[in-house]
């Protein structure tokens, strides 16, 4: 039982750690700009469920999918880091991002899945957290691992959906400030991300 304590606030901490719903509320605020209400719980709500899914997915048959396609971690990290990168630079330069505009099309259809889905929620770091937490573990394991990623994806959807109550607490202008500072960071990681990518795939030395 206490194995199981110390476990389950180990892959607590991992989680909250790289997710920090907190911390990505205003990155969400940023690509959701002059949306309704309404709107902004729905694109919440698509972007959670996915990310639940796609991690799930991954802690159960991770090492199947990434053997099946012949994805690389290393692969991984590059992509996603050349995405968020990219949607960083826009929200810093108060450029229009185009994930952001999606004509006609219903606002959710876009960027509840990319970026926010993957690789924000559920980015390299979460995915590859949540299957080395599984190796070589039985089914409670798993099922812990599951367990305390769908409380983690709970409380990103609360964050997200009381985007609007944060605004009026805050502000929008500072919230503007935020948006582009939460820009900058999100450039940052994708930066991050793809020399991590780089440093892995040519076994580089990280000192």
């Known amino acids: 039982m206490n194995e199981l304590l110390t476990f389950s606030i180990t892959v607590f901490t991992g989680f909250f750690a790289i997710m920090n719903p907190i911390a990505n509320t205003p990155i969400f605020l940023g690509l959701t700009e002059g949306y309704d209400s309404r709107t902004k719980k729905s ?10 899914i796609i991690v799930a997915s991954f802690t159960i048959l991770g090492k199947y999918i990434f053997d099946i396609f012949g994805i690389t971690i290393p692969a991984f990290k590059i992509t996603g880091g050349i995405l968020i990168f ?24 876009g960027i509840a899945i990319s970026p ?16 080395n937490n599984v190796n070589n573990t039985d089914f409670i394991h798993v099922g812990i691992v599951i367990g305390i990623f769908a409380l983690m994806i709970y409380l ?24 582009k500072l939460m820009g900058l960071i999100l450039a940052i ?12 795939a040519f076994d580089l030395s990280t000192k």
């Open 43 to 52: 694109i919440a709500k698509k972007a959670t469920l996915t990310a639940f």
């Open 86 to 109: 990219f949607v960083g630079f826009e929200m810093l330069m108060t450029v229009k991002s185009k994930v952001h505009s999606l004509g006609e099309k219903s606002p959710d259809e």
């Open 116 to 131: 926010l889905a993957i690789p924000i929620i559920a980015g390299p770091g979460t995915i590859v957290t949540a299957m």
């Open 156 to 179: 990103t959807y609360l964050a997200f959906s009381k985007s609007d109550f944060i605004v009026k607490k805050i502000g929008d202008n500072i919230i503007k400030v935020i948006g």
């Open 189 to 200: 990681i994708g930066t991050d991300m793809i020399i991590d990518g780089i440093k892995i």
